[in-house]
């Protein structure tokens, strides 16, 4: 690479930079990013992000001192979300310092904002959240998460917000009153559960269906481990069938197949496990499946 490429490429880079400092110095924008002190000990990391796939990577470090020591506490799954943060519930203190690393391009250009301590919420405050993920109910137009002004009873706050997680990941949050309409929508919906892991957090327990197994009709194994193969029509059409590893390398074929049923000996499986094979019937495909040989045998 030239150096006048490279020199090229470094105005462009600082041009961007300086396009990023200063566009967030006129509105709450990236690098630029807020923190808050909420009721139950949670410091909550948000920001807005108006330069989309510009920005790789988005990274929230935590340190005592506000010039080094940062270690990383979190990486952004979406970087490029319009809006989005983090609800620190591991801090030592509500004084601990925040910055965000930012990846800017695949090249490695990297930016850290400027570090900052929480303050206290005010009424006015919109602090931006994860949106769901699931497709089914978006929380992206989640109530506002606010909080009374300094000196206002806490107590009385925690009690108007329960905050929705899945997993460890906070996702958005909703005003007390809306719990059961809430909750409601999740289990007429969906198949997610919910529980309430404490008396302000909600946490949704993502669905995940069990794969059950349907043999096929025409090949499978029979109680005693040998493969069955039943053709009613088997005198009139010409089928093969071709058995492979589950790695689908090659194991062996059947050419013919004279006989409405035919079994085959679970010996010529040689060891036990799953294994793939393909019906033809005329030459043309009939069925892509698997058979399983036990181990007792």
């Known amino acids: 690479m030239s150096r006048p490429f490279q020199r090229v490429c470094m105005y462009k880079l600082l041009f961007f930079l300086s396009l990023l400092w200063f566009g967030a110095s006129a509105q709450d924008t990236l690098p630029k990013f807020t923190v808050v002190n909420q009721p139950g000990n949670r410091v909550i990391i948000s920001w807005t992000n108006p330069y989309g796939q510009n920005i790789r990577q988005i990274s929230i470090q935590r340190s005592f001192d506000s010039l080094k020591n940062f270690r990383t506490i979190l990486t952004v799954p979406d970087a490029t979300a319009p809006q989005n943060g983090y609800a620190d519930t591991k801090a030592t203190n509500d004084h601990m310092f925040y910055r965000l690393y930012l990846l800017l391009d695949s090249n490695g250009h990297y930016l850290f904002s400027r570090s900052k301590r929480p303050a206290v919420a005010s009424a006015g405050d919109k602090l931006f959240l994860p949106s769901d993920q699931n497709g089914i109910i978006s929380l992206k137009k989640i109530e506002e998460i606010t909080a009374t002004a300094k000196g206002a009873d806490s107590a009385k706050v925690a009690e108007q917000i329960i905050f929705i997680k899945r997993r460890d990941t906070l996702v958005g949050a909703i005003k007390a009153e809306l719990l059961k309409r809430f909750r409601d929508s999740i289990n007429l919906r969906t198949k997610d559960t919910v529980f309430m ?101």
């Open 197 to 297: 892991k404490s008396t302000d957090t909600l946490v949704i327990r993502s669905f995940v269906a069990k794969e059950v197994f349907r043999p096929s009709k025409w090949v499978y194994t029979e109680k005693d481990g040998n493969v069955k193969i039943a053709l009613t029509d088997a005198g009139q059409r010409k089928y093969t069938l071709k058995f492979y590893e589950e790695d689908n390398t090659p194991l062996f074929e059947v050419s013919r197949l004279p006989d409405t049923v035919l079994i085959l000996d679970k010996s010529n499986f040689i060891h036990s496990g799953w294994f793939n094979f393909e019906l033809y019937e005329d030459g043309k495909l009939k069925e892509r499946h698997k058979v399983y040989i036990p181990k007792e045998f």
